[in-house]
């Protein structure tokens, strides 16, 4: 009987020891984590990430909110972005994003934001909106995103700014 107890203490030993190396390897790990994208920002407090479409390049400037901290934290990302209304493409994600709707009113060409809680949305035209949405950020120099992305389906690389 006394090896029995002897035994069980031993597991739980065991069970409480490796719940705390774990536990300790993964705040170690989600810390390391925020402080490469707290290092990543730019002026501002603004991040920054580059987008590969059709082999050109864009800088784009992230938001200060936690949905495009979620974002940087799965890069690097490719994806392929689907048409929509002549003015944008989009891709649904497999998880839901943290979100902070607001009412937009305006598009600008360049706007990159979340519509609900799973879908990027890319826009590449300037137009009125009466849809919510939340605020990833904008790509710089955007004048000629229109020609790049063209009017069909396209492959686009996210990854953080080198």
Known sequence: MNIK???IFICLVFVLTMSFLLFN??????????K???????EGGHMKLNM????KTYTVLLEDNRAARELVRML????????LNGNEKYYYFDTSF?????????IQNGDVMLYGDDCLVLFYDSF????????IGHVENAEDLANILGNHSVIITLEQEK
């Open 5 to 7: 107890y002897v035994i």
């Open 76 to 83: 690097p990302l490719t994806i392929e972005m689907n048409e």
């Open 52 to 55: 590969l479409v059709n082999n």
């Open 98 to 106: 943290s979100k902070d709707e607001e009412k937009v009113t305006t």
């Open 36 to 42: 490469q994208v707290d290092q990543k920002q730019g």
């Open 25 to 34: 390897q993964y705040h170690q790990s989600t810390t390391k984590e925020r």
């Open 128 to 135: 009125s909106t009466p849809y919510r949405y939340t605020r």
